[in-house]
């Protein structure tokens, strides 16, 4: 498992940006799936995560009714769709594969095997 992530960038207050997280390495089963963001002097928390079929979708409280998470098994993707974005989403974003079987695991970091680089967000007031 290989996981990029991109579609960071630097954005307005209230404005809108769409991370996507690719898996280029091989598939090798039946992966969740989980942002998470790490900003300057904090610990990495948990934004949001999807289960392999999608039928199992969790938030955050802070972005639960501006952001949107979404994949495309066909295309190893994951998105992450951010709306109104304020400046307290500033951080770095990150994706995590795992396979995860209880709910209460998706919010956890120790869950996911695998992560990605990371994709800067700034968002400016």
């Known amino acids: 498992v290989q996981l990029a992530e991109s579609g960071g960038g630097l954005v307005q207050a209230g404005g809108s940006l769409r991370l996507s997280c690719v898996n280029s390495g091989r598939t090798w089963g039946r992966y969740a799936m989980g942002w998470f963001r790490q900003a300057p002097g904090k610990e990495r928390e948990f934004v949001a995560a999807i289960s392999w079929s999608g039928d199992q979708i969790y938030y955050t409280d802070s972005v639960k009714d501006r952001f949107a998470i979404s994949r495309d098994n066909d295309k190893n993707t994951v998105f992450l769709q951010m709306n109104s974005l304020k400046p307290e989403d500033t951080a770095v974003y990150y994706c995590?594969?795992?396979?995860?079987?209880?709910?209460?695991?998706?919010?956890?970091?120790?869950?996911?095997?695998?992560w990605g680089q990371g994709t800067q967000v700034t968002v400016s007031s």
């Open positions: 995590g594969a795992g396979i995860i079987a209880t709910a209460t695991y998706y919010r956890r970091t120790d869950a996911y095997f695998y």
